[in-house]
C-alpha cells in the first residue's frame, strides 16, 4: 500500500530556532495534511493542502505541497515550548469525497527553553 | 459542540481476553473512522462508517476486530481475543463535509484522544 516516508523522526531544538520537517511518497496525492498530535490528545490539523505547489502559512507554520505531487514540507519559524509534540503528515486521493487518511510516521518535537 | 469522545482513555487487558472501545461522534456528522497507532509506527485506516453503514473497512487487521455503529449514532470496536500486537492507541474521528474543500481551511476531520490499548 502507500506509504508516507516523514523525516526527522526526532528532533531536539533550542527555543527561538526554526524547524523543518518533510514528507515524501511513491505515489501521488491529490491532498497533504499536516497534524499535530500534543499527549493524550488526538491529532489536530494544522494546514491542508490541496494544489500541486500551494504554499500555505497558519501563524508561525508554513507548509507547502510540492509540484510531483509527491512530498510536502512544513516548517515552524521561531519555535516556543508549546509546539512540543508529534507533528504528522497525511495523504490522501479522495478528491471528491473524504475517504482515509495515509499518515506518516511522525516527528517528535522537544524545544528547550 | 461537544467533540468526539472515546472510552475508555486507557484499557489494560491480559492476551485472549475481548475488550471494547466506544466512539462518540461529533452530533450530526455523518462519517466515522476508526484508525490505530502502534508505537512508534504511523497513524493507520482501520475503517469507515457512512451512517450506519460501512464504507470501507479495508484496513481492519483481521477478523478478530469487529466494528459497529447502530443506528449511526455511537460506534463500537470490539478485539476478541486481543493479542500482544494489537496494542497501540486507538483513535476515532468524525465528519460531516463529504466533499473535500476550503471551509475557513478546516478539512472537516475531527479526532478523539485516543483509546490506549495495553494487551499483556
Known amino acids: 500500500g502507500q506509504q508516507l516516508n516523514q523525516s526527522p523522526q526526532s528532533m531536539f531544538i533550542q527555543e527561538g530556532e526554526d524547524v523543518s520537517m518533510n514528507c515524501t511518497s511513491s505515489?501521488?496525492?491529490?491532498?497533504w495534511l499536516w497534524y499535530k498530535q500534543d499527549p493524550g490528545e488526538g491529532p489536530v490539523l494544522l494546514i491542508a493542502l490541496y494544489k500541486a505547489g500551494e504554499l500555505t502559512s497558519n501563524g508561525r507554520l508554513t507548509a507547502q505541497f510540492g509540484i510531483t505531487r509527491k512530498d510536502s514540507f512544513l516548517n515552524i519559524s521561531a519555535s516556543i515550548p508549546s509546539d512540543v509534540g508529534i507533528y504528522f503528515c497525511?495523504?490522501?486521493?479522495?478528491?471528491?469525497?473524504?475517504?482515509?487518511?495515509?499518515f506518516g510516521k511522525g516527528t517528535k518535537l522537544s524545544v528547550k527553553p | 459542540e461537544a467533540g468526539v469522545t472515546q472510552f475508555p482513555s486507557h484499557s489494560v487487558i491480559e492476551k485472549g481476553q475481548t475488550v471494547t472501545l466506544r466512539c462518540d461522534p461529533i452530533s450530526g456528522h455523518d462519517n466515522l473512522y476508526w484508525y490505530r497507532r502502534v508505537m512508534g509506527k504511523e497513524i493507520k485506516f482501520l475503517l469507515h462508517f457512512v451512517k450506519e453503514s460501512k464504507q470501507d473497512e479495508s484496513g481492519m487487521p483481521n477478523n478478530r476486530f469487529l466494528a459497529e455503529r447502530t443506528g449511526g449514532t455511537y460506534s463500537t470496536l470490539k478485539v476478541q481475543p486481543a493479542e500482544l500486537e494489537d496494542s497501540g492507541v486507538y483513535f476515532c474521528?468524525?465528519?460531516?463535509?463529504?466533499?473535500?474543500?476550503?471551509?475557513?481551511?478546516?478539512?472537516?476531520?475531527?479526532f478523539g484522544s485516543g483509546t490506549r490499548l495495553t494487551v499483556v
Open positions: 505515489s501521488i496525492f491529490n491532498t
Open positions: 474521528a468524525s465528519s460531516q463535509v463529504r466533499s473535500i474543500g476550503r471551509t475557513g481551511g478546516n478539512y472537516g476531520y475531527t
Open positions: 497525511a495523504g490522501t486521493n479522495y478528491g471528491g469525497s473524504q475517504g482515509n487518511l495515509i
